[in-house]
């Protein structure tokens, strides 16, 4: 979709359901695959959930390859894909440190 009708279907999704108590905002399931998107329609979408949500429910984004900048104002928590077999656990003290999330 353009961004006009990417900002109004985002809009009404967050009037519809932003009142439901058990909501949290995933932007994208792996956001790094889609391409036609950019990092800047990224944080649009960010800014319309932040702004529309009144209750201010959980808000992430989710990768695929490449962690997106966790330690954005609008982020509450990483929400993080698997990228190395073997370290995933063990680095959430210093993905916690690094982006200071959760808050």
Known sequence: MDPSAD??????????????????????NEYDILTAKTGEDWERFATIV???????????????FDFYDYSRPWITHASVQRRDLYKTAEMTTEWRQAWGSPW
């Open 7 to 28: 900002d109004r279907y985002l809009s009404y999704a967050v009037a519809r359901l932003a009142s439901f108590p058990n909501v949290w905002w995933s932007l994208a």
């Open 50 to 64: 932040h702004r529309d949500d009144p209750t201010g429910h959980l808000l992430s984004i989710h990768n695929c």
